[in-house]
């Protein structure tokens, strides 16, 4: 074991970052070597907020563990719930109605903008800017609203039932949504007068973290972070679900593969998810919100795989199923846990300060990678 | 032409930042675009959309009847044990047997909100209620019965 606060026998100066540290956004803790100011090594130790969900899993019915899913990458609640009813739904082979389908990506969209409203807001305050935080919260508290009114929850939704959607839209669903893309349109360029365009900001971005294509997906990075190299890796696009085959959006990737493109990449995908809800939102089709299933489901023996595109990139949910009404192991595959273990290699030979800005764009959340 | 760069590098940053500070000072200006809502403050005026998820309830009516009929579908939905049903046998004026129940226990304290239960009742019992401030000074308060004292199911409800 490393003695965790001192020097190494060359010299090198050990030091933690975190448990409990602004920049990490929950208990993840780093310790760095440092020769001066540049970073020799990083390594993430994990395990502070493990609540073993993949065991709790075991022991709770199909309907049932949905709900403990949302607390993985909570703030993409929806996301990781839609792909566990999928799952489901791929084992029970049933046919959800085409209502469910578009109320599902739409919430997922929403979910999408609010996460990276989210990770815009915070990982500006990393560095040093306070205002955007304020100016990221008040979009993203319209679709809480949103989400408050339909769902009836702000953040841990439990909205995604095997079969369909747990209840139907709420009458002003449409015109709130109509309401905030107005806003959000109006709002837009608020954030590059802010942020992108702030001289300093460009200069702690550009060529700092930088992550080859060939690393990324040896790394298994997912989403915007493997995005911002020029992989194409977008789920919705090559494993379409859902109605996602059917809209017309682009898969935004960067070539830069510094933290600037990684940047770029979750700003331009904002605006794709409003693309997306715009085409969807005039052409909810009538019908039922939810396919009739039975009280208790059972799922025949087998393997089941669903992959879904979060905020954070692909989550994957394996279900191994023995007959029974509960999974006999259920495996996530979960972006974050991926996203953070490049960490290290993007980091070596960077000056300490930079670290912050890695991780910001690698918009990390800590009870995702853990579970 | 080193210098003209430098110069020009200089005033791009000027720029930059002077485009920052004027949307902070419209802002600072325009007080009718803030949306801040100052909570304690605004508790009277609140409203909480209908189907917010606070906690579970049991409605009663003037009779002080509810819906309940001890199915203890909610227990068997709920992920936590929140909920407890605890089920006697009422007899009926003709002298039958009914199961009733006695006491439906619901831990605030183990609960989610995920809604399950109510989606699993059959007969509308159980619903969710629009509170959200649930900090007490002791943790006992937080079990709660459901069911009023002295309260019976409703005519019809089987």
Redesign the interface.
């Known amino acids: 074991m490393v003695e965790e606060i001192g020097t190494t026998s060359e010299g090198d100066l050990i030091i933690n970052v975190g448990p409990q540290h602004p920049a990490t956004h929950g208990v993840l803790h780093l310790v760095i070597t440092l020769n001066g100011e540049t970073i020799k090594k990083v390594e993430p130790h994990l395990g502070y907020i493990h609540r073993s969900i993949e065991k709790m899993c075991e022991s709770l019915t199909y309907r049932q563990f949905i709900y403990v899913t949302s607390r993985m990458d909570y703030l993409s609640a929806h996301i990781n719930n839609h792909g566990c009813a999928l799952c489901v739904e791929k084992g029970l082979q049933v046919e959800i109605p085409a209502r469910a389908q578009v109320i599902r990506v739409l919430m997922d969209e929403l979910t999408r903008i609010a996460s990276h409203e989210l990770w815009w807001g915070a990982m500006a305050m990393d560095l040093g800017a306070f205002t955007p935080f304020f100016h990221a919260f008040r979009e993203r508290e319209t679709i809480n609203d949103i989400m408050e009114e339909t769902c009836g929850a702000r953040l841990t939704m439990n909205y995604m039932v095997p079969g369909g959607v747990m209840q139907d839209l709420h009458p002003m669903f449409q015109k709130r949504v109509k309401d905030f893309l107005v806003l959000y349109k109006r709002k837009i360029h608020e954030y590059d007068e802010l942020l992108t365009g702030n001289i300093i900001f460009q200069n702690r971005m550009k060529g700092v973290g930088m992550l080859d294509p060939a690393d990324a997906i040896s790394y298994g990075c997912t989403g915007p972070t493997a995005r911002g190299s020029g992989v194409r890796c977008d789920v919705r696009k090559f494993a379409p679900y859902e109605v996602y085959d059917k809209l017309d959006f682009e898969e935004v990737t960067e070539q830069g593969c510094d933290s600037f493109a990684r940047y770029m990449v979750r700003i331009r995908e904002m605006q794709q998810s409003v693309r997306i809800i715009e085409q969807l939102i005039d052409n909810i089709p009538s019908g039922d919100f939810q396919a009739k299933t039975k009280a208790v489901l059972k799922l025949p023996k087998g393997e089941f795989y669903q992959q879904v595109e979060t905020a954070r990139g692909e989550l994957g949910i394996y279900i191994v199923s023995e007959g029974g009404t509960t999974p006999y192991r259920i495996k996530f595959r979960s972006p974050g846990f991926s996203n953070l273990s490049v960490l290290d290699h993007i980091a070596r030979g960077s000056k300490l300060g930079d670290l912050v800005a890695m991780m910001g764009t690698l918009d990390l959340v800590i009870p995702d990678i853990d579970r | 032409m080193f210098v003209i760069d430098y110069i020009k590098e200089v005033w791009?940053?000027v720029k930059?930042?002077a485009?920052?500070m004027?949307?902070?000072l419209f802002y600072f200006t325009h007080h009718r675009e803030i949306?801040t809502q100052q909570y304690p403050e605004n508790r009277d005026t609140l409203n909480?959309?209908e189907?917010?998820?606070g906690e579970v309830v049991m409605p009663h009516d003037e009779k002080n009847e509810h819906r309940c009929t001890g199915c203890t579908a909610c227990e068997l939905?709920?992920?936590n044990g929140t909920i407890k049903v605890i089920t006697k046998f009422d007899i009926s004026p003709e002298g039958k047997k009914k199961k009733a129940i006695d006491k439906l226990v619901y831990h605030l304290e183990l609960c989610?909100?995920?809604?399950?239960c109510i989606?699993a009742c059959p007969s509308d019992a159980i619903k969710?209620a629009q509170t959200f401030e649930h900090s007490v000074f002791d943790r006992n308060q937080l079990t709660k019965i459901l069911n009023n004292p002295g309260s019976k199911i409703m005519e019809g409800v089987e």
């Open positions: 791009r940053a930059s930042l485009t920052g004027r949307r902070t949306i909480l959309p189907r917010f998820k939905a709920c992920p989610t909100m995920c809604n399950l989606e969710m």
